[in-house]
């Protein structure tokens, strides 16, 4: 599918929330139960990066997509992801920190973790409440949908 995105990160990092920011439905998410294809997106539970034995279905679900979008919670203290986690996917994976709005949230520590897992800039300071960033994640997108025309 051309130009489509995976978005993976733990659970409630916010995957399902920036994929309906993006088509402008600001609704609340659904917990995410499956791996859910939009025309744009592979959106799927947090649980298959929490839990080692799905690690595999994102691994597949890379296969299908034109980049990676691993999500970071700003608000979160501790690495879901385990060190150097995105260097398995032979795609290129782009860190977004969402929750920027939360007055808890911690953008540099949030930083610092995707960097953990493996990621270089830039990375993309969002928030799903005020669209924060989602300006700069609608131009990547099209660039996306460009690379994939040419
Ligand atoms: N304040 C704030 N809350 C957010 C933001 N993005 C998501 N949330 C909230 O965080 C919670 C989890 O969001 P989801 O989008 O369901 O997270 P997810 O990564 O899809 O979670 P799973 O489906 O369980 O893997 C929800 O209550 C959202 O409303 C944000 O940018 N700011
Ligand atoms: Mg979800």
Redesign the pocket.
């Known amino acids: 599918m051309a130009g489509r995105i995976l978005?993976i990160?733990?659970?409630?990092?916010?995957?399902?929330?920036?994929?309906?920011?993006m088509s402008n439905n600001t609704g609340?998410?659904?917990?995410?139960?499956v791996l859910t294809y939009t025309e744009a997106f592979i959106?799927?539970?947090?649980?298959?990066?929490e839990i080692p034995r799905y690690y595999h279905v994102l691994i597949d679900a890379s296969h299908m997509v034109s980049e990676i979008w691993a999500?970071q919670?700003?608000k979160a203290a501790r690495a879901i992801y385990p060190p150097g986690f995105t260097k398995v996917f032979t795609k290129p994976v782009v860190g977004v920190v969402?929750?920027?709005?939360?007055p808890e949230?911690n953008p540099e520590r949030a930083v610092s973790l995707l960097a953990q897992a493996g990621l270089q800039q830039p990375f993309y300071l969002?928030?799903?409440?005020?669209g924060?960033g989602y300006e700069e994640l609608g131009r990547r997108l099209l660039s996306i949908d460009r690379r994939q025309n040419h």
């Not at 969402?98 to 939360?102: A, P």
């Open positions: 978005l990160g733990g659970v409630g990092a916010g995957k399902t929330s920036l994929k309906m920011r609340k998410a659904p917990k995410t139960q959106d799927c539970p947090g649980e298959y990066l999500l919670d700003a969402t929750k920027i709005d939360l949230a969002t928030s799903a409440v005020t924060a």
